[in-house]
């Protein structure tokens, strides 16, 4: 054999041993970019931002991407740094995407029954596109921020990036172009694989860019009441059902309260509107100016939870006291924050008709300080064995409206000097008084049952409570809080022993009681 064949054999094999040290150069640079691509997506998803000792490489010549060192050799001088796509594209803040979860519940039973894939929907975006909240039906709670187009759509599966990015641009181009001239557009893609819901959001920006966000879920009403993912702590008062008459600046905090606490249900009674002149106080703003605030306070409920049973009446029940009993009869307690003795009186006699536990509360002059009383039919005194014509002169009640006003004076006197009788506190001397009804009626519909304030019925035993918030009115002449213990002073509760009245005209048990007649009591 000629050495030719023999030399061309030798170039052939060390050829293909240096083509086989390359291939695995190169599956081993290929390796090592994949995975330093994907630490670098991981590092990004995770801190929400840039490596600082990396940069990601587009190259415009092989079309790749890559990680690579800063300060280190390009790929091709062509090369394009993408720290700025990075920060302002894909990789930057996540956006976050809020949903009820019985409202995706609704859409896959209509998937599943009439093969509906696809629903529009309408969202609200906040802080510049960071949050987003959408609806499928019309919202129950207060809600505000940029109006959002929006889209869902149930997949049979969910399906890879370059299949999302083609539905999402797909959705965009046909069911959402007419809503261009909005800021942002949030797709919301769904499936169910192995009994799991699957879930992608996308927010797309007015360029026609879009990002990936992250969807949050509000539970599912069986879902509120746990500690550490729902919106409650505890479900003992969920059927619980309060009737509230008065959404005024005590009535609007007592009925959110109780909300946050668990209450189930809801009787919200008051015939005025919010004016400007009650923002001050009341815990709705300006934005339910000229609403009755029945409905402003309602939908501030919704809000701590969208499943409250929640009746609302615009009506005065001094004149419409027999549509009054039909709303309050199948309350489990009533409060009474009323700023006139008359409505009280009336839901004192509605209290005892259907014996219904009642709690009254008002603020003094000024809100120098205030009063509440408990009534529990029959086991203690009622609103009018407390509130004689004696004690209703001796502390008098604060007049915060000019309605109220006027009624107090006779007609002969001006609107101008009715107006300056009116005595308006602060809203910071309200909620103590606010506070302690709170506590009184979480305690009343609690007993019997296993609470977390259940010690609270050793200290509450007495039905009758007085507050002071400084030493103004009825208060100026009590000594001085400093250090002292001993002595009544501002900013403390006390209880005070009050026996029902056996003669009473209302709870009396006497002949003459109940066919007396005061006038004074409406």
Request: proline share 3%; charged share 25%.
């Amino acid at each position: 054999m000629s050495e030719e064949p023999l030399q061309d054999i030798q170039d052939f094999i060390e050829g293909t041993v240096e083509l086989v040290k390359t291939t695995l150069e190169v599956g081993n640079f290929i390796q090592e970019t994949i995975q330093g691509v994907q630490d670098f997506f991981q590092e990004t998803v995770q801190q929400r931002q840039t490596p600082t000792d990396q940069n990601l490489i587009f190259d415009p010549i092989t079309g790749d991407l890559g990680v690579y060192r800063k300060n280190g050799k390009l790929p091709s001088p062509d090369a394009v740094v993408a720290d700025q796509i990075a920060e302002e594209g894909f990789f930057s803040k996540t956006s976050l995407v809020y949903i009820h979860e019985d409202q995706v519940q609704t859409i896959y039973h209509q998937w599943k029954t009439s093969q509906i894939d696809k629903v529009s929907a309408v969202a609200f975006g906040f802080d510049e596109g960071e949050v987003f909240h959408v609806y499928t039906c019309p919202p129950k709670t207060h809600f505000a921020g940029l109006p959002v187009a929006s889209f869902i759509e149930f997949l049979p599966k969910m399906v890879n990036n370059e299949e999302v990015f083609n539905i999402v641009n797909q959705i965009l181009s046909t069911r959402l172009a007419q809503q261009s001239n909005l800021s942002y557009s949030v797709i919301v893609l769904l499936a169910v694989e192995e009994e799991k819901l699957q879930h992608r959001v996308f927010i797309a920006q007015e360029d026609g860019s879009f990002v990936e966000g992250i969807v949050k879920f509000i539970p599912q009403q069986c879902e509120l009441y746990s500690r550490s993912q729902g919106l409650l702590e505890t479900s003992i008062l969920q059927e619980s059902k309060v009737g509230i008459v008065g959404l005024g600046s005590g009535g609007s905090s007592i009925a959110v309260e109780l909300a946050k606490a668990g209450i189930g249900n809801f009787v919200l009674i008051d015939f005025d509107r919010l004016e400007l002149g009650n923002v001050s106080r009341h815990i709705c703003g300006t934005g339910d100016l000229g609403r009755y605030k029945t409905k402003a306070v309602r939908d501030l409920l919704w809000g701590k939870n969208p499943y409250i049973n929640i009746e609302t009446a615009e009506i005065d029940i001094n004149t419409n006291l027999e549509e009054t009993k039909m709303l309050l009869k199948d309350c489990n307690l009533i409060i009474a924050a009323t700023d006139n003795n008359r409505s009280r009186f009336n839901l004192n006699s509605i209290a005892f008709e259907y014996k219904i536990p009642t709690i009254f509360g008002r603020a003094l002059t000024r809100a120098c300080g205030g009063d509440v009383l408990r009534v529990r039919s029959m086991e203690g005194p009622c609103l009018a064995c407390v509130f004689t014509k004696e004690f209703l002169e001796d502390r008098q009640e604060e007049v915060s409206q000019f309605e109220q006003a006027r009624a107090n004076n006779p007609a002969y006197v001006p609107d101008d000097e009715v107006k300056t009788t009116i005595q308006v506190g602060l809203s910071s001397d309200i909620l103590p008084i606010s506070t302690m009804i709170v506590k009184l009626a979480l305690l009343e519909l609690s007993r019997g049952k296993e609470s977390g304030i259940k010690s609270l019925e050793e200290d509450l035993i007495a039905d009758f409570y007085i507050w002071a918030n400084r030493r103004d009115n009825t208060y100026e002449n009590w000594p001085k809080m400093e250090y002292g213990s001993k002595t009544p002073s501002i900013l403390r509760w006390y209880g005070a022993r009050w026996e029902r009245n056996l003669s009473c005209v209302v709870c009396g048990e006497t002949q003459d009681a109940k066919n007396a007649d005061d006038g004074f009591f409406g």
